[in-house]
């Protein structure tokens, strides 16, 4: 395990025994779904951090994508991508499943996650500096202010799609703080609401980080190495 995030020139940590691996990035939002499904299930892990504007010359070799979240067993298989990887948790393990039963209900899930990518665009554009991308992604969140029509994206408690779109809306209160994104009460009441809801979620509470954090790293990110490990035991 290192939750100090590697980089070239370090070891790669020994598998364990029976233990599940993922490797991580504390700022990744693809690489929280999966922090996000493992906590909710309560499915032992470790995690290895991995800096992925520098990556340890050895994790090319565990995924050739350089790319995180990657679930790794102990004989060495490895598994990557944050839908997959998910996906894999929530059937390989049964228990609490994430994942509706009901092929319908299934399938409106993954349109809402599909759908996901037409906030992820105009998010990043906006992050790093692209002020006219705000009204693409405020108008992009209409859509899942519209299908909370009960507490959760899921239903009546949080399930696999709320996991999957949480990381970015989790993001939306730095943005609105530090990027000055209007996302006001008004146009959004559900989803303003919802934050709220998703932030008593013991999954989530375990994997957030606040806005302060989020503004340390993202004002590093510009350098060669950002403060990857701001994040950690914060």
């Not at 599940?20 to 493992?38: K, W």
């Amino acid at each position: 395990m290192s939750l100090k995030h590697l980089g070239p020139g370090s070891q790669l940590p020994p598998l364990q025994p029976g233990k599940l691996r993922l490797y991580s990035m504390v700022f990744c939002p693809f690489a929280q779904r999966s922090r996000l499904v493992l906590a909710a299930k309560n499915i032992p892990y470790e995690v290895v951090n991995i800096k992925l504007k520098v990556k340890p010359e050895w994790y090319l070799a565990i995924n050739p994508s350089g790319m995180v979240p990657c679930l790794q067993f102990d004989d060495g298989r490895a598994i990557p991508e944050s839908l997959i990887v998910s996906e894999y948790l929530d059937n390989a393990f049964p228990e609490n499943k994430l994942k509706p039963s009901d092929p319908y209900t299934n399938a409106v899930h993954t349109v809402m996650i599909d759908s996901l990518g037409k906030v992820i665009t105009p998010f990043y554009k906006f992050l790093f500096g692209d002020a006219t991308a705000a009204e693409n992604l405020l108008t992009a969140l209409e859509y899942y202010e519209k299908k909370l029509e009960n507490n959760y994206l899921g239903g009546d408690q949080p399930a696999f799609v709320d996991y999957m779109i949480w990381p970015w809306i989790e993001r939306l209160e730095f943005l609105k703080q530090k990027k000055n994104l209007d996302l006001n009460e008004e146009r959004f009441p559900r989803l303003i609401a919802y934050i709220q809801r998703m932030k008593q979620v013991p999954a989530v509470k375990e994997t957030i980080l606040s806005v302060e954090v989020y503004d340390k790293f993202f004002k590093s990110y510009s350098g060669d190495e950002p403060d990857y490990d701001c994040g950690i035991n914060v």
